[in-house]
């Protein structure tokens, strides 16, 4: 259950194809009270760089817990995950957050926006963890929406704005840092239909146009379909990767 087969899997892997996230023998549990839980068995598997991956899987199925472990919010009980080079479950608690802030960007369901800041500020947010000024924060800010389509929204409260508004907000913010990875868990999941395939073709763009490597949870075969690679997990253990929308 380790191959990795995409559309390029023909050909020789390339500067631009090496992994970006290398995951060997992964194993997780959770303990509750008395009781271990497993939830992932022995994953193994690469993800190339630029790659659109699309993880599902029934409820339980451990695919979020597999998300939270590449983008380094929980610990595995054993394994290895390399993330553009750094084994990320060697780091100590104070440079794992630090990693995080630098090569995470995360898309959460809920967006998980600050609702008293405007647009702008909770796209500012991360940049506090770097050495920009405050003049170089804003700028950095405007441009990330203006990508997204809101320059005419900065200003603007999450209470002011749609869902599909916001959930492009968080996108926004998700990029700001130019991070190494996108991780999105159920970004369409409170969404319309409509605002979800605006997101949806928003994160293709992302991935296709400036190559941003992107992870996402999804229990929804329509936005599956958008990534171009597919993995399902079952009962903790990973099936093999089917190559879907060659770019």
Same mark, same amino acid.
């Given at each position: 259950?380790?191959?990795?087969?995409?559309?390029?899997?023909?050909?020789?892997?390339?500067?631009?194809?090496?992994?970006?996230?290398?995951?060997? =023998?992964?194993? /997780? &549990?959770?303990?509750?009270? &008395?009781?271990? #839980?497993?939830?992932?068995?022995?994953?193994?598997?690469?993800?190339?760089?630029?790659?659109?991956?699309?993880? @599902?899987?029934?409820?339980?199925?451990?695919?979020?817990?597999?998300?939270?472990?590449? +983008?380094?919010?929980?610990?595995?009980?054993?394994? &290895?995950?390399?993330?553009?080079?750094?084994?990320?479950?060697?780091?100590?608690?104070? $440079?794992?957050?630090?990693?995080?802030?630098?090569?995470?960007?995360?898309?959460?369901?809920?967006? =998980?926006?600050?609702?008293?800041?405007? +647009?702008?500020? =909770? #796209?500012?947010?991360?940049?506090?963890?770097? #050495?920009?000024?405050? /003049? !170089?924060?804003?700028?950095?800010?405007?441009?990330?929406?203006?990508?997204?389509?809101?320059?005419?929204?900065?200003?603007?409260?999450?209470?002011? @704005?749609?869902?599909?508004? !916001?959930?492009?907000?968080?996108?926004?913010? +998700?990029? #700001?840092?130019?991070?190494?990875?996108?991780?999105?868990? $159920?970004?369409?999941?409170?969404?319309?239909?409509? &605002?979800? $395939? $605006?997101?949806?073709?928003?994160?293709?763009?992302?991935?296709?146009? @400036?190559?941003?490597?992107?992870?996402?949870?999804?229990?929804?075969?329509?936005? +599956?379909?958008?990534?171009?690679?597919?993995?399902?997990?079952?009962?903790?253990?990973?099936?093999?990767?089917?190559? !879907?929308?060659?770019?």
């Amino acid at each position: 259950m380790t191959g990795m087969v995409d559309s390029k899997s023909e050909n020789p892997m390339t500067e631009q194809t090496k992994p970006i996230v290398e995951i060997r =023998n992964l194993y /997780k &549990s959770y303990q509750r009270e &008395s009781l271990v #839980v497993p939830v992932l068995f022995d994953i193994t598997f690469d993800i190339a760089a630029g790659e659109f991956l699309a993880l @599902m899987g029934p409820s339980g199925s451990g695919k979020t817990t597999l998300l939270n472990l590449i +983008a380094g919010i929980d610990r595995a009980d054993s394994g &290895s995950i390399h993330v553009g080079g750094v084994d990320i479950t060697t780091l100590t608690e104070t $440079e794992l957050a630090a990693w995080r802030a630098n090569s995470v960007g995360f898309i959460f369901q809920f967006y =998980n926006l600050i609702p008293v800041l405007q +647009a702008v500020e =909770n #796209v500012e947010l991360p940049l506090h963890l770097t #050495v920009l000024t405050k /003049k !170089q924060r804003r700028e950095h800010a405007q441009m990330a929406l203006s990508m997204v389509g809101l320059a005419h929204r900065m200003d603007h409260y999450p209470g002011e @704005m749609s869902g599909g508004e !916001q959930q492009r907000v968080a996108i926004a913010r +998700a990029i #700001v840092t130019d991070p190494t990875i996108l991780v999105a868990d $159920e970004p369409t999941g409170d969404l319309d239909r409509v &605002s979800a $395939e $605006e997101i949806l073709s928003m994160m293709e763009r992302l991935n296709r146009d @400036m190559g941003k490597t992107i992870i996402m949870v999804t229990h929804d075969p329509r936005a +599956a379909a958008r990534a171009r690679i597919l993995r399902h997990l079952d009962k903790g253990y990973l099936n093999d990767a089917v190559g !879907q929308n060659p770019l």
